[in-house]
């Protein structure tokens, strides 16, 4: 069965100031209906390869991901 969510990556991207966090938002809100890898992977990944200044938006946009799919969708 194939799954579609609409997210609105775009939009919670730019609310965060930065439309290229939205790939990051993505991930988020995949993680969390999909375990693929652990969080751990995810903030270890995030801190290579960024630059040091730009991990603390990219964490948001990865927590903004997540918490979309918390509050507004329900998962079986």
């Not at 997540?66 to 329900?74: A, M, T």
């Amino acid at each position: 069965m194939i799954l579609t969510y609409r997210i609105p990556v775009n939009d919670i991207a730019n609310q965060l100031g930065n439309l290229k966090t939205a790939n990051i938002v993505v991930i988020g809100a995949i993680m969390m209906t999909k375990n693929i890898v652990t969080e751990e992977v995810i903030m270890n990944a995030l801190r290579k390869i960024l630059k040091e200044n730009l991990i603390p938006i990219n964490m948001l946009a990865y927590n903004k991901g997540k918490d979309f799919i918390n509050s507004e969708l329900i998962i079986e």
